[in-house]
Nanobody
Framework: QVQLVESGGGLVQAGESLRLSCAASGIIFRFKTMHWYRQAPGKQRELVANIGPVGSTNYADSVKGRFTISRDNAKNTVYLQMNSLKPEDTAVYYC????????WGQGTQVTVSS
């Protein structure tokens, strides 16, 4: 059974930082491209960042220079370090596994107050 469990969300003020984690089980993690998506109220889900099996990364323009995605294959975990948070970063953040987004976590809420 595949499980992706996100954690680390919360309420912060603008300019502060958060680190999200996504722990995976039931998949061969080291072979999977891992993604972070987010969905704000009334908006479509959008890609935030992804990381390939050997560490290549890709970021949405809106988070470049502020967010960093990383992975620890020994822990089957992908991270999203979010710095200089803005109110427009407020959303539910989801991790997903696989090039075709085969599996999704339940999401973690990030709220940034101004």
């Amino acid at each position: 059974q595949v499980q992706l469990v996100e954690s680390g969300g919360g309420l912060v003020q603008a300019g502060e930082s958060l680190r999200l984690s996504c722990a995976a089980s039931g998949i061969i993690f080291r072979f999977k491209t891992m993604h972070w998506y987010r969905q704000a109220p009334g908006k479509q889900r959008e890609l935030v960042a992804n990381i390939g099996p050997v560490g290549s990364t890709n970021y949405a323009d809106s988070v470049k220079g502020r967010f960093t995605i990383s992975r620890d294959n020994a822990k089957n975990t992908v991270y999203l370090q979010m710095n200089s948070l803005k109110p427009e970063d407020t959303a539910v953040y989801y991790c997903a596994a696989g090039i075709q987004l085969d599996y999704w976590g339940q999401g973690t809420q990030v709220t940034v107050s101004s």
